[in-house]
Structures are given as structure tokens and as C-alpha cells.
């Protein structure tokens, strides 16, 4: 097992990432040895009921841990408050108290609403996360993000809510269909764009067996993003300073995002938004000549996305990008990557006020920026 310490600031705990393959067969023991004696409710969307259901509950029920299974209707669109009242409502229709879990068994998904009605179910009770998608493994599962989205924009009722135990297990990803492992991936690249670039370089080496799903390169992977992740995070937990790096290709990415009325998958439009930011540092002079081109690659490379001007329109994206609550004093910001492996400014600054014209010549194309770096 490889353990990735995560440090968590305020009154959260800190907590391990459990790496391992077959890991999920031993789901019952690892839960029990971080928070014994307890009743736990497993929740999962439909889908990854159907596929890993079942073996939850049997690994479960070989520790002699108490476990019943909650589902709700996979996708983006069960993100939300109407699904986190239902559940909750169940739990306590069940008789679920203060002495009970929750393990998160699914996708960024599930992470985020099963973790959120954790955070609030009696003030707080312990969540397992134990992430089936790639994107979840890499990203979602740690750093203690919850909540769920509402009709002004995605994740904008939430809570900070660390995991008593991430359990991830690199076999999950065998039954993922290829194009959701790709989009797992895009986060990947990004943590090689930010922080590690002979981990990018690693990354195009190992496309193909990564998008086929070959669980040695993806164990690999998962190990390294999640250090990159553990690394940021435990250095800054509520996202005040150097979190704010893993929001690389996001400004724009959610602006695409939010204008696609969210047709476009989340890491289709990270990687668009990670080829216009890298695009947009190269015209202002604060990130290194070429990078926009070594993104582009890489991301191409595993068939993702790197063009939203085909399939949007850019008055949409603008006005998302006008409407995105994230930015400091009213003002969205960005971050740009000094080159590959190192996120920040060339002159140092890890976030931009973003221009709404910079973005749109990022993203569309046209002129020349409207302002000095
Ligand atoms: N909390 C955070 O820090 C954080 C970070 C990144 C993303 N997110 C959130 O994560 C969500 C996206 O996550 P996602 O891409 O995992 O979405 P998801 O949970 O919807 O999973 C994608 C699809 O894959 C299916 N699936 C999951 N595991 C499977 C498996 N092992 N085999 C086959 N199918 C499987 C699901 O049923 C779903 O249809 C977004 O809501 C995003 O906001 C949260
Ligand atoms: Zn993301």
C-alpha cells in the first residue's frame, strides 16, 4: 500500500490516502480501523451501484461492519440541493445517527454530494472516500471540498469536510468507459503543468496504456497526481495561497463549461481552458514561449479537446466567465504557469486579474492583447 499523508488546516483532521490495487476487497478493515464501530451508509449513483455494489457491501459485511447501500441517479444534475435533502431524509428515516458514516463510493459526483450531506448530517459525521473514476481518484477524493450546485452556478453551496480515510483502489478505473478515463486525465496533465514536468513528459510517454486502461501505468499515475494534490493541499487547506494553483486551466475551463450549459464534460473544458491560459500567458509575457504548444500536444495526444470555437459561442463564454462567483474583490482571477512544471507568473504572481477580452483572444482567436503584462 502506498499512504499519502494529507495535512488539513482549521479544526479538521489529517488523513491518509490508501493506495493499492484490490484495495476495495479490504474496504471493511480499513474502515473499521480509522473509525470502528460504526453504522454506514454506502452511497452511490445507479451506475456504480450496478458495477461495484455489491462488492462494497461484501467486503464490508467480511469486517463485520454494518453497511446499507443509498443510490441516486448518476450524473451531474443529482449535484444538487433536492438530492441532498432526499438522502439526508432517508438517513434519518433509517435511523441513522450521530455514531454513523458515510462512504462515498462513486465519482467526483458522489464524492461531492455524499461528502456534503456527511458534513451536515448531525453537524458532521465521518465520510470514507473511496473515488471509481479517475478524476475522482486524482482530484475530487482529496482535499475535503463538498457541496453541490445551485441554479446561479456549480459547487456554490458547499463545505470544507476532510475524509477519515481516502481508499483508492486503481482497478476501479478497468470498467470506466475510455473517454472518462481520457477526461480523468486532463486533470493529470494539469498536475504535471503546475508542478512536475518529467511527470508530464511520463504522461506522453504512457498515453495509450493509460487510455486502455492498463492498471500498472494507471497505478502509477494515480500515485503521482495524488502526491502533487496531497503536496498543494496540505500546504494551504481552505485555499487561500498556493491551493489556488490547481485552478490551471479553470477560469476558462468553467467559462466553457457554464456557457455549454454543461454539455461540455469537465475535462474537456479543463483542456481548453489549460491551452487558452497557457495561450493567454504567452501573449502577456508572463509565461515562457512554447508552453501553449506543449499543452496543446499533450492534450491532443489523449484526444482531448483544444478548441472551443467550433462549438460555442463567445458572447455565452464571456457572459460565464462575467458571471463566475470565484474571483478576489469581484474580480475573476487566473492562473498562469511560468512554464511547464512551474504554475505562477514568470514574475511570480500565482493569480491575474483576468481581461474579458485576453480571454476571449485566448479561447477564439484574434489581435494582439489590449494591455501590458
Ligand atoms: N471536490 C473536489 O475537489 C472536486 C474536484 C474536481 C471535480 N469535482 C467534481 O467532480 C465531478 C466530476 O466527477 P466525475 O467525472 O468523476 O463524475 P461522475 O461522478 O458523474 O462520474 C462520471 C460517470 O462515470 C460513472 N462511473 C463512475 N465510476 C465508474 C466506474 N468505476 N466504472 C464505470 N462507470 C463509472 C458514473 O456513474 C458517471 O456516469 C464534478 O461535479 C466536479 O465538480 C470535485
Ligand atoms: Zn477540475
New binding site residues.
Given amino acids: 500500500v502506498t499512504d499519502v499523508r494529507v495535512e488539513a488546516g482549521g479544526r479538521d483532521h489529517g488523513y491518509s490516502v490508501r493506495i493499492e490495487s484490490g484495495l476495495r476487497r479490504r474496504l471493511g478493515e480499513v474502515v473499521s480501523a480509522v473509525a470502528p464501530a460504526r453504522r454506514w451508509a454506502v452511497i452511490a449513483?445507479?451506475?456504480?451501484a450496478g458495477?461495484?455494489g455489491e462488492d462494497a457491501l461484501g467486503a464490508l459485511a467480511r469486517a463485520q461492519v454494518d453497511a446499507t447501500l443509498l443510490t441516486f441517479a448518476?450524473?451531474?444534475a443529482s449535484?444538487s440541493r433536492k438530492e441532498w435533502t432526499r438522502l439526508t431524509d432517508e438517513l434519518l428515516a433509517r435511523g441513522f445517527n450521530r455514531d454513523c458514516g458515510v462512504i462515498a463510493l462513486?465519482?467526483?459526483?458522489?464524492?461531492?454530494l455524499a461528502?456534503f450531506v456527511a458534513a451536515t448530517f448531525m453537524r458532521g459525521i465521518p465520510v470514507v472516500q473511496v473515488?471509481?473514476?479517475l478524476?475522482?481518484m486524482i482530484?475530487?477524493s482529496?482535499?475535503g471540498?463538498?457541496?453541490v450546485?445551485a441554479p446561479a452556478g456549480?459547487?456554490l453551496v458547499g463545505a470544507f469536510h476532510a475524509p477519515v480515510v481516502v481508499v483508492v483502489d486503481p482497478e476501479?478505473?478497468?470498467?470506466?468507459?475510455r473517454a472518462?478515463r481520457a477526461?480523468?486525465l486532463a486533470?493529470a496533465i494539469k498536475h504535471g503543468v503546475i508542478r512536475d514536468a518529467s511527470y508530464l513528459d511520463g504522461l506522453e510517454d504512457e498515453t495509450d496504456s493509460l487510455l486502455s486502461g492498463d492498471v500498472a501505468s494507471t497505478q502509477r499515475v494515480v500515485r503521482r497526481s495524488i502526491e502533487i494534490k496531497a503536496s498543494v493541499v496540505s500546504a494551504d487547506e481552505r485555499e487561500s495561497g498556493v491551493r489556488k494553483i490547481l485552478n490551471f486551466g479553470h477560469t476558462l475551463g468553467h467559462g466553457v463549461e457554464a456557457a455549454s450549459e454543461y454539455a461540455i464534460?469537465?475535462?474537456h473544458a479543463v483542456s481548453i481552458g489549460m491551452v487558452a491560459e497557457a495561450r493567454m500567458g504567452e501573449s502577456l509575457g508572463v509565461t515562457e514561449a512554447g508552453t501553449a504548444n506543449h499543452v496543446r500536444r499533450v492534450v491532443e495526444q489523449f484526444g482531448l479537446p483544444t478548441d472551443a470555437s467550433s462549438v460555442l459561442d463567445p458572447s455565452r463564454v464571456a457572459a460565464a466567465i462575467r458571471s463566475d462567483k470565484k474571483g478576489e474583490q469581484g474580480v475573476p482571477h487566473w492562473v498562469p504557469v511560468a512554464k511547464i512544471g512551474t504554475a505562477g507568473a514568470l514574475d511570480g504572481r500565482l493569480t491575474l486579474p483576468l481581461s474579458e477580452a485576453d480571454a476571449l483572444r485566448a479561447l477564439f482567436g484574434g489581435g494582439e492583447p489590449t494591455r501590458p503584462a
Avoid at 462513486?106 to 461531492?112: A, E, F, H, I, P
Avoid at 476501479?172 to 468507459?177: A, M, S
Fill in positions: 449513483d445507479d451506475t456504480v458495477l461495484h448518476a450524473g451531474e449535484k462513486g465519482g467526483g459526483v458522489t464524492g461531492d461528502g473515488p471509481t473514476t478524476l475522482a482530484d475530487a482529496v482535499g471540498k463538498t457541496g450546485n456549480k459547487n476501479y478505473t478497468q470498467t470506466l468507459p472518462i477526461q480523468g486533470e464534460p469537465h475535462g
